[in-house]
């Protein structure tokens, strides 16, 4: 594996390890290395954020809220990109939150140095272009996957985007949080994990998923997986 000295923690942020020497050089000078324990907030509805993140480890879900208080994610973060890249991009608050859902760590830096960074650093702000434009093209996916896909399915694809983001293949998850995240009721997803449990794909018990089968699990999830794996898989290596 390729490692990178210079970067605090033995975990590596995939964006910051695409850019120049120098780049990271000036981003590392800003950062502080922080812990972020699951369900941490990393930045609320309507504000403007005061840091942004390049996770090293765990994920983040971009989590939209309804008027009634229900809640569906739409996005994932991990490793691969930064939280707060969007915020980057314009004046616009956004109505989504992000949401910690495992235990992670993080290089934090103020928004303020990010953004100083982002008008100075040309490989830096192509980078973060390239990551939300993927991020994007994910998200319009993932909204026609809430329409269009059924529970089985849909499960089935997050629990895969989970394991690639993670690295893990134990999950720590309540059936009423899947359901959050999935946007479906919770016996509707404890009867889709338990047809996948029932074909020997995942074990299932007491909050915890274990990933048995990955193949069996990519034949179980929708198309909507391949396509967005993709988008991340090439990420920061296409304009090479
Ligand atoms: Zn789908």
Request: aromatic residues 6%.
């Given at each position: 594996?390729?490692?990178?000295?210079?970067?605090?923690?033995?975990d590596?942020?995939?964006?910051?390890?695409?850019?120049?020497?120098?780049?990271?050089?000036?981003?590392l000078?800003?950062?502080?290395?922080?812990?972020?324990?699951?369900?941490?907030?990393?930045?609320?509805?309507?504000?403007?954020?005061?840091y942004?993140?390049?996770?090293?480890?765990?994920?983040?879900?971009?989590?939209?809220?309804?008027?009634?208080?229900?809640?569906?994610?739409?996005?994932?973060?991990?490793?691969?990109?930064?939280?707060?890249?969007?915020?980057?991009l314009?004046?616009?608050?956004?109505?989504?939150?992000?949401?910690m859902?495992?235990?992670?760590?993080?290089?934090?830096?103020?928004?303020?140095?990010?953004?100083?960074?982002?008008?100075?650093?040309?490989?830096?702000?192509?980078?973060i272009?390239?990551?939300?434009?993927?991020?994007?093209?994910?998200?319009?996916?993932?909204?026609?996957?809430?329409?269009?896909?059924?529970?089985?399915?849909?499960?089935?694809?997050w629990?895969?985007?989970?394991?690639?983001?993670?690295?893990?293949?134990?999950?720590?998850?309540?059936?009423?949080?899947?359901?959050?995240?999935?946007?479906?009721?919770?016996?509707?997803i404890?009867?889709?994990?338990?047809?996948?449990?029932r074909?020997?794909?995942?074990?299932?018990s007491?909050?915890?998923v274990?990933?048995?089968?990955?193949?069996?699990?990519?034949?179980?999830?929708?198309?909507?997986?391949?396509?967005?794996?993709?988008l991340?898989n090439?990420?920061?290596?296409?304009?090479?």
């Amino acid at each position: 594996m390729i490692g990178n000295n210079s970067m605090p923690g033995s975990d590596r942020n995939l964006l910051l390890e695409a850019t120049s020497p120098a780049t990271r050089e000036y981003i590392l000078a800003r950062v502080k290395p922080v812990d972020l324990p699951l369900r941490t907030l990393l930045y609320h509805p309507e504000e403007f954020p005061q840091y942004a993140y390049f996770l090293t480890s765990g994920m983040t879900s971009i989590v939209s809220i309804m008027e009634d208080g229900r809640a569906v994610e739409s996005g994932m973060i991990g490793r691969e990109g930064i939280v707060g890249g969007l915020q980057l991009l314009g004046p616009a608050v956004g109505p989504s939150q992000c949401i910690m859902q495992s235990d992670g760590a993080a290089l934090r830096i103020a928004f303020a140095d990010l953004a100083r960074a982002y008008q100075t650093l040309p490989d830096l702000r192509n980078c973060i272009l390239e990551f939300e434009q993927a991020q994007a093209f994910s998200l319009i996916q993932i909204a026609g996957c809430h329409r269009m896909h059924e529970a089985e399915e849909r499960l089935s694809r997050w629990l895969l985007t989970v394991q690639d983001k993670t690295g893990n293949d134990l999950l720590e998850l309540t059936q009423e949080f899947l359901g959050e995240m999935l946007g479906s009721r919770r016996t509707t997803i404890t009867m889709a994990a338990g047809e996948l449990q029932r074909r020997g794909v995942i074990d299932y018990s007491r909050g915890r998923v274990r990933i048995l089968d990955r193949s069996g699990l990519e034949n179980a999830a929708c198309g909507c997986y391949p396509i967005v794996a993709r988008l991340y898989n090439g990420l920061y290596s296409r304009s090479a």
